[in-house]
């Protein structure tokens, strides 16, 4: 393997590539957010894992899309040796762009100054499409959470349709779906291994595109590949999978369905889940996608080392403005993945999954540690003000949870704690706690904060640990998400029954020692707060529900702050029920569709 030296930060143009004296490059990222050189960002994780793995990593941030502008700024790049990758950003880019009114966005905060219109609608179709014309025959491969929602047909909020795997819309080679460090690696050696009969053809001739589909072929075995074939390619490939792949509902079936979306999103969950069955789908134009079960999780050294590696944690130094989405989470630390919530509506656990990595305590305090030294000299920054912003990851009291059942790849179940946590679920909430105490002591810090919020049907059971939490590191609001409290919406969000929503403020309230009488909603002692996100809008949830959680509110003095008319995000479960107006057993619900359904729900809550 090659040995590179880690730069300063991963090049973003070819002065830059030329100043490392690298004399060419392997692979070029073009990503729809900006380069943010922290682990947080996925280029900056992904460029710094495939250069500390001998590969010359390039990242081409919110590149321009329209007009000779946009093929020149691909074009003044090498030629890269191997494939470009493409990930659309942090969040779907519609999603970016437009409301759940289908309203324009005028800000996003992965965007220098936090202006809007620094990515295209559909990103990675755009990305791949300027892509295919500055450098015909070249690999590309998909990546990120548009990519991995939008892998197979689903619905699309924003054109109120029904669309194809994005892989067959964007013609790229491959899509990677959830976290794919080491399948990047693999596809990377696959590529490597395949370009020397190619490297004086790189047009789009005959021998590179006999290159391109032996490659789909080959990478079509990675963990977490999406590849697309013909009848005679299929053929080619069954005989090499360890049992018959699972068929969904092709495109065209589903189109005249709806009901059969929610069929196939369902099963799509649970094979993902289970991680052990190949899946295919028929596309619209009778090919066949073919769907490798997800990459296992990354063992806990495995985590250290990609979080070990040395990110400047800074901007790029090309950026004359702040990049929002950097400063809210520039002291952040991320101690896991996944999540075993598989809440209806979340899009996470379809695409880190639902069992959790973790790092060590050991790679988490050093990561502090390194913080609190500051930047690399000469780099400017906002001044430190000794404070960890926020210590997690989907839930900050998931980590080092685990599933201890010894036939965890069959469970049936879509969730790890709903109806109720399963029994093979093991949180370690007190190690939780005590992590953060040796955070806290560290010289330098003078907070630790939990900023990402709790899973309360977790904290609940271990009261100890719920009070350092709430009482320590907080930070006088703690972010909680109840979503509701009718228990027929909480059913079809899969989350707790409000009872155990109010039992958790109950202990809230009494592990704060209340030394003084204080308001309803705020929590004694510190005058500690919680603060509440909440849905409207929700399939199954009708203006009833809203005014029975409106009056809770009012019961209870708290006036909501984090409320969000439900987006239909492609690829969950809540969506699949939103197009098809049935919960997941197939009976008919009431789903809130038009804009002026939807605000009646949404406005009701924001009355005072």
Same mark, same amino acid.
């Given at each position: 393997?090659?040995?590179?030296?880690?730069?300063?930060?991963?090049?973003?143009?070819?002065?830059?590539?030329?100043?490392?004296?690298?004399?060419?490059?392997?692979?070029?990222?073009?990503?729809?957010?900006?380069?943010?050189?922290?682990?947080?960002?996925?280029?900056?994780?992904?460029?710094?894992?495939?250069?500390?793995?001998?590969?010359?990593?390039?990242?081409?941030?919110?590149?321009?899309?329209?007009?000779?502008? !946009?093929?020149?700024?691909?074009?003044?790049?090498p030629r890269p040796r191997?494939?470009?990758?493409?990930?659309?950003?942090?969040?779907?880019?519609?999603?970016?762009?437009?409301?759940?009114?289908?309203?324009?966005?005028?800000?996003?905060?992965?965007?220098?100054?936090?202006?809007?219109?620094?990515?295209?609608?559909?990103?990675?179709?755009?990305?791949?499409?300027?892509?295919?014309?500055?450098?015909?025959?070249?690999?590309?491969?998909?990546?990120?959470?548009?990519?991995?929602?939008?892998?197979?047909?689903?619905?699309?909020?924003?054109?109120?349709?029904?669309?194809?795997?994005i892989l067959s819309d964007?013609?790229?080679?491959?899509?990677?779906?959830?976290?794919?460090?080491?399948?990047?690696?693999?596809?990377?050696?696959?590529?490597?291994?395949?370009?020397?009969?190619?490297?004086?053809?790189? +047009?789009?001739?005959?021998?590179?595109?006999?290159?391109?589909?032996?490659?789909?072929?080959?990478?079509?075995?990675?963990?977490?590949?999406?590849?697309?074939?013909?009848?005679?390619?299929?053929?080619?490939?069954?005989?090499?999978?360890?049992?018959?792949?699972?068929?969904?509902?092709?495109?065209? +079936?589903?189109?005249?369905?709806?009901?059969?979306?929610?069929?196939?999103?369902?099963?799509?969950?649970?094979?993902?889940?289970?991680?052990?069955?190949?899946?295919?789908?028929?596309?619209?134009?009778?090919?066949?996608?073919?769907?490798?079960?997800?990459?296992?999780?990354?063992?806990? +050294?495995?985590?250290?080392?990609?979080?070990?590696?040395?990110?400047?944690?800074?901007?790029?130094?090309?950026?004359?403005?702040?990049?929002?989405?950097? +400063?809210?989470?520039?002291?952040?630390?991320?101690?896991?993945?996944?999540?075993?919530?598989?809440?209806?509506?979340?899009?996470?656990?379809?695409?880190?999954?639902?069992?959790?990595?973790?790092?060590?305590?050991?790679?988490?305090?050093?990561?502090?540690?390194?913080?609190?030294?500051?930047?690399?000299?000469?780099?400017?920054?906002?001044?430190?003000?000794?404070?960890?912003?926020?210590?997690?990851?989907?839930?900050?009291?998931?980590?080092?949870?685990?599933?201890?059942?010894?036939?965890?790849?069959?469970?049936?179940?879509?969730?790890?704690?709903?109806?109720?946590?399963?029994?093979?679920?093991?949180?370690?909430?007190?190690?939780?706690?005590?992590?953060?105490?040796?955070?806290?002591?560290?010289?330098?810090?003078?907070?630790?904060?939990?900023?990402?919020?709790?899973?309360?049907?977790?904290?609940?059971?271990?009261?100890?640990?719920m009070r350092a939490f709430?009482?320590?590191?907080?930070?006088?609001?703690?972010?909680?998400?109840?979503?509701?409290?009718?228990?027929?919406?909480?059913?079809?969000?899969?989350?707790?029954?409000?009872?155990?929503?109010?039992?958790?403020?109950?202990?809230?309230?009494?592990?704060?020692?209340?030394?003084?009488?204080?308001?309803?909603?705020?929590?004694?002692?510190?005058?500690?707060?919680?603060?509440?996100?909440?849905?409207?809008?929700?399939?199954?949830?009708?203006?009833?529900?809203?005014?029975?959680?409106?009056?809770?509110?009012?019961?209870?003095?708290?006036?909501?702050?984090?409320?969000?008319?439900?987006?239909?995000?492609?690829?969950?479960?809540?969506? !699949?029920?939103?197009?098809?107006?049935?919960?997941?057993?197939?009976?008919?619900?009431?789903?809130?569709?038009?804009?002026?359904?939807?605000?009646?729900?949404?406005?009701?809550?924001?009355?005072?």
């Open positions: 393997m090659r040995r590179i030296t880690q730069p300063s930060f991963l090049p973003v143009s070819p002065d830059e590539i030329r100043s490392l004296g690298w004399g060419g490059l392997d692979v070029l990222l073009v990503s729809g957010d900006a380069y943010v050189d922290h682990p947080a960002f996925a280029m900056a994780l992904l460029g710094r894992w495939l250069v500390e793995h001998g590969l010359r990593t390039a990242v081409l941030p919110q590149p321009p899309w329209t007009g000779e502008e !946009a093929l020149e700024s691909l074009r003044a790049f191997l494939f470009a990758g493409i990930g659309a950003g942090a969040v779907d880019s519609m999603l970016a762009h437009y409301t759940a009114f289908r309203r324009k966005r005028h800000d996003d905060a992965y965007t220098p100054g936090g202006k809007s219109g620094a990515r295209p609608n559909r990103a990675s179709l755009i990305y791949a499409g300027l892509l295919r014309r500055a450098f015909p025959g070249l690999p590309i491969i998909l990546g990120g959470l548009e990519a991995s929602l939008r892998r197979v047909s689903h619905y699309d909020f924003w054109s109120d349709s029904l669309r194809q795997s964007s013609k790229a080679d491959l899509l990677l779906c959830g976290m794919a460090e080491y399948s990047l690696l693999r596809a990377a050696g696959i590529a490597g291994s395949s370009t020397q009969e190619t490297a004086n053809c790189p +047009e789009d001739t005959p021998r590179a595109a006999t290159r391109r589909k032996a490659l789909s072929l080959a990478w079509a075995m990675l963990p977490g590949a999406v590849t697309l074939h013909s009848a005679e390619d299929m053929e080619k490939l069954l005989p090499c999978l360890p049992s018959a792949p699972i068929a969904l509902h092709g495109h065209n +079936e589903v189109r005249k369905n709806p009901a059969l979306l929610l069929e196939n999103t369902l099963e799509l969950e649970k094979l993902t889940h289970q991680g052990q069955s190949f899946i295919t789908q028929k596309t619209a134009d009778y090919r066949t996608l073919l769907l490798a079960p997800p990459p296992p999780p990354l063992a806990a +050294e495995e985590m250290d080392k990609l979080y070990a590696l040395p990110y400047s944690r800074l901007p790029h130094p090309i950026y004359k403005d702040p990049v929002p989405a950097w +400063e809210m989470i520039r002291t952040s630390i991320t101690t896991h993945r996944g999540c075993g919530g598989g809440c209806s509506f979340c899009s996470l656990a379809l695409h880190q999954g639902r069992r959790i990595s973790s790092r060590s305590k050991a790679s988490i305090l050093a990561e502090a540690g390194r913080i609190a030294m500051g930047p690399v000299q000469g780099q400017k920054t906002p001044p430190w003000a000794g404070s960890i912003s926020d210590v997690g990851g989907p839930s900050s009291n998931m980590w080092r949870a685990r599933c201890s059942s010894p036939v965890s790849s069959r469970c049936r179940r879509n969730s790890c704690l709903h109806p109720a946590p399963c029994r093979h679920f093991i949180h370690k909430q007190k190690e939780a706690a005590a992590l953060l105490d040796e955070l806290a002591a560290l010289p330098g810090l003078r907070h630790v904060r939990v900023s990402s919020g709790l899973r309360f049907d977790l904290a609940v059971s271990e009261t100890e640990a709430a009482k320590d590191y907080a930070g006088g609001q703690l972010k909680i998400a109840p979503e509701h409290i009718n228990d027929q919406v909480l059913e079809l969000m899969r989350k707790p029954p409000r009872s155990v929503f109010e039992q958790f403020l109950r202990a809230f309230a009494a592990q704060n020692h209340a030394a003084t009488p204080c308001k309803p909603g705020q929590l004694p002692g510190k005058k500690q707060y919680v603060i509440l996100y909440l849905i409207s809008a929700f399939p199954g949830c009708t203006l009833e529900h809203m005014r029975e959680l409106a009056d809770w509110l009012r019961g209870h003095g708290i006036s909501p702050k984090q409320t969000q008319c439900f987006i239909p995000t492609p690829g969950t479960v809540a969506t !699949a029920m939103y197009h098809a107006g049935t919960d997941s057993a197939g009976r008919p619900i009431y789903v809130a569709k038009s804009d002026k359904e939807r605000l009646r729900q949404h406005h009701i809550l924001l009355k005072p």
